[in-house]
């Protein structure tokens, strides 16, 4: 099983031991997407939904799954984050999730930011259900990552195709 960090010699998942790596400065951004119609759109923008504040729940519902990676993922490290931001981007047919996350420590928060950015998405997806149960969360990935041992890396759409 040589290379599978999270196998150990029998083949059993373990946690990472990250006691001997240095601490660093790191950090990681996920976006994702929620696709809806123009009124559901409209009514989250206006503050019109039976819910309340949409954005201000998903903001803190993606706060706190990020603080609560390690929880949720297993083999995930729980982490002492210093900062997680979410912002949000309105298109013509839907939002934009934005989360980052970051800290001072021996492990990524690559999962740190994707938890919170499909929270944040399953968060808009449940106050908004009321007026459209048809919404489609969809792109949710990694946009970048610095620090670490792997150093720097950026999502490239052109690599995509």
């Known amino acids: 099983m040589a290379g599978l960090t999270h196998l150990d010699a029998s083949g059993a998942a373990r ?10 400065t790191r950090s990681a951004t996920a976006r994702g997407r929620i696709a809806m119609r123009p009124e559901t ?3 989250i923008r206006d503050g019109d ?5 949409v954005l201000a729940a998903a903001r803190i519902a993606g706060i706190m ?3 609560k990676t390690g929880d949720l993922i297993p083999l995930c490290h729980p982490l002492a984050l210093d900062a997680v931001t979410i912002d949000f981007a309105f298109r013509d047919d839907g939002l934009d999730v ?5 800290l001072t420590g021996r492990t990524g928060v690559e999962m740190e930011a994707l938890t919170a950015a499909c929270t944040a998405l399953l968060t808009i997806y449940d106050m ?3 007026v459209q149960k048809d919404m489609t969360i969809e792109h949710v990935r990694l946009i970048e990552k610095t620090g670490g041992k792997s150093g720097d890396w950026r ?7």
Not at 15 to 24: H, S
Not at 49 to 53: E, I, V, W
Not at 98 to 102: F, G, K
């Open 128 to 130: 908004a259900k009321a």
């Open 155 to 161: 999502y490239d759409d052109r690599a995509r195709g």
């Open 65 to 67: 799954a990020a603080k």
């Open 98 to 102: 934005t989360a980052r996350a970051s």
């Open 15 to 24: 946690m990472v031991d990250v006691g001997g790596k240095a601490e660093t």
């Open 49 to 53: 939904l039976p819910k309340g504040d």
């Open 41 to 43: 759109l409209a009514a």
